[in-house]
């Protein structure tokens, strides 16, 4: 399974972007997929998970309230809109597929990761 990842940009504080995560096959083991981000000199961090087979979903305390995660089924394709960004949000942002639903906020645990997508935030 091969993920691609798009939609990154520059953006000023308030505004928003849409990532998106395409898989090249559906992958029958893949319970959930999410997406991380990573600043410099700073660990792999999860943003959100979206559970594959019955859509539930989970964010980090940050980016609640701002951050939407979805999924089309059909394009085997998951979304992030980002609203109210703010300028902590700046990072690479990668999505990445697992076989297990338990550690979906756990980066060690992933089968597939896309390429990443720089996504920056200017005050």
């Known amino acids: 399974v091969q993920l691609q990842a798009s939609g990154g940009g520059v953006v000023q504080a308030g505004g928003s972007l849409r990532l998106s995560c395409a898989a090249s096959?559906?992958?029958?083991?893949?319970?959930?997929m999410a997406w991380f981000r990573q600043a410099p000199e700073k660990g792999r961090e999860f943003v959100a998970g979206i559970g594959w087979n019955f859509g539930i979903t989970i964010y980090a305390d940050s980016v609640k309230g701002r951050f939407t995660i979805s999924k089309d089924d059909a394009k085997s394709t998951v979304y992030l809109q980002m609203n109210s960004l703010k300028p902590e949000d700046t990072a690479v942002y990668y999505c990445?597929?697992?076989?297990?639903?338990?550690?979906?906020?756990?980066?060690?645990?992933?089968?597939?990761w896309g390429q990443g997508t720089q996504v920056t935030v200017s005050s």
């Open positions: 096959e559906r992958s029958f083991s893949t319970d959930a």
């Open positions: 990445g597929a697992i076989d297990r639903w338990r550690f979906v906020k756990l980066p060690s645990k992933y089968n597939y």
